[in-house]
């Protein structure tokens, strides 16, 4: 009689459990259906796939707080830019630049199918939003990735180096060229590291087993050439990698810090400052063409005849409704360069243009002139004829089977400059001058 008390106890004490149990798990449910998108914040991570010969910044994580909606963001994937509109298949306001981190505000609904290279592109009107600019864009050319651009690989197949200088004591300056870009202490000889910090050498030359691990790691021969173009000058020196001394200096900053690279003062003449105004290449071929590019000499231009084109005021909004105030021209083979001082609603915006036609009228090349964080422009545009024909800005065709170029617009303190061929499609060249700084 105890063991059956005690099993039909032991019965109503399970099913009481049960039901506590239930009761829990609807309570809760309930609460789920009436509590915002969390009451505790979320973290949200959106994983990517690494494309195969990409490199891609992965989604960022999202936190959800309390009483907020998940915002959604997406980068633009074109490398021209993407216009947005007043409306889908409206009138085009602007253009955002390719990589932009976009706010998708509203899904339309309203799809669309266009052709891009022989590709069917499907997808959607979105509304977006960057800062305080709005439009609708064909979600077609977004994604959930941003691509990180690897400057140090070859762009256009076109390694191009600086030459700089370097004082060793109290010598003359010495003409260097640095081979660290992007590299600094990746595969550095871990020998010269070491004595270079027992002896705290500010100057060191590389040699024998130590410059062949060196050179083996930037995959240069000791055969190949290098080969250096004074474009001021109009002057084309080749020599062999092999008769160059390989030279690691000490940074700006001291210590540890090394650029390494050749020691070309014997090669080029340093007797005056154009050895500054050179470019270098090391291989088997040399990509330099001689004798075609030429210092823009600025001369001033009626405002009335510029053409007028879509120009980028504010934040990304295009328009061709705008005053030129002030106007420079430069004409070479068929090229009409401007730069010019526009004005847009009414005074409210002023933006520096540069800008390349073609003989027919197409455009070329096209950028604002500003100051950023890490440039500033080598000539700003005012009505001082003399400063507009400083030997600052170049052009012509500076390499082999290669659209004419344009560089030397900028002096920049943090990174390195490009050079912009004269082509919508061909990407810039990005130089390899090793700032530290």
């Known amino acids: 009689m105890a063991v059956a008390i005690s099993i039909n106890v032991r019965k109503h004490y399970q099913t009481l459990l049960l039901l506590i149990a239930l009761l829990s798990f609807y309570s809760c449910k309930e609460n789920l259906k009436s509590t915002s998108l969390s009451d505790q914040p979320i973290e949200i991570k959106i994983d990517s796939t690494r494309s195969k010969n990409d490199a891609v910044i992965k989604s960022e994580i999202i936190t959800v707080n ?3 909606v998940l915002e959604v963001y997406k980068f633009v994937n074109a490398p021209s830019g993407l216009n947005f509109r007043d409306k889908p298949n409206g009138e085009i306001l602007g253009t955002f630049p390719n990589n932009l981190r976009l706010k998708i505000i509203v899904n339309t609904g309203i799809e669309k199918t266009i052709k891009d290279k022989g590709l069917l592109i499907k997808g959607e009107w979105v509304q977006v939003s960057m800062g305080n600019t709005e439009g609708f864009v064909f979600d077609g050319f977004l994604s959930n990735e941003a691509i990180d651009i690897d400057y140090n690989n070859r762009i256009n197949d076109l390694s191009i180096l600086t030459i700089n200088g370097y004082e060793i004591g109290d010598q003359a300056i010495t003409a260097f060229i640095s081979l660290t870009d992007g590299y600094w202490n990746n595969k550095f000889p871990k020998t010269q590291s070491e004595d270079v910090k027992k002896n705290q050498l500010k100057v060191y030359y590389l040699k024998g087993r130590e410059r062949a691990q060196f050179l083996a790691n930037r995959e240069i021969k000791e055969s190949d050439n290098l ?18 001394p390989l030279l690691s200096h000490e940074s700006i900053y001291g210590g540890p810090d090394y650029l390494t690279g050749f020691d070309v003062k014997g090669i080029i003449d340093t007797s005056d400052n154009s050895f500054y105004n050179s470019f270098a290449s090391i291989g088997k071929e040399n990509p330099f063409e001689t004798g075609k590019v030429q210092t823009i000499r600025w001369q001033s231009f009626n405002v009335n005849q510029i053409p007028t084109i879509q120009l980028s005021y504010g934040s990304f909004y295009k328009t061709s409704n705008y005053e030129v105030e002030l106007a420079y021209q430069y004409y070479q083979n068929g090229r009409n360069y401007y730069y010019t001082r526009n004005s847009f609603e009414n005074g409210q915006f002023i933006v520096d243009y540069i800008f390349v036609m073609s003989k027919d009228d197409k455009l070329l090349f096209l950028t604002q002139i500003k100051d950023t964080e890490s440039s500033s422009p080598s000539i700003y545009l005012n009505d001082n004829i003399n400063d507009m024909k400083q030997s600052i800005h170049f052009t012509g065709s500076l390499f082999k089977n290669k659209p004419p170029v344009i560089f030397g617009l900028y002096y920049t303190s943090f990174g390195c400059p490009f050079i912009d061929f004269l082509s919508t499609t061909d990407p810039s060249v990005y130089l390899q001058c090793d700032n530290r700084h």
């Open 66 to 68: 309390k009483d907020e």
């Open 227 to 244: 080969y250096l173009y004074n474009y001021e000058i109009d002057k084309l020196i080749i020599t062999k990698v092999i008769d160059i």
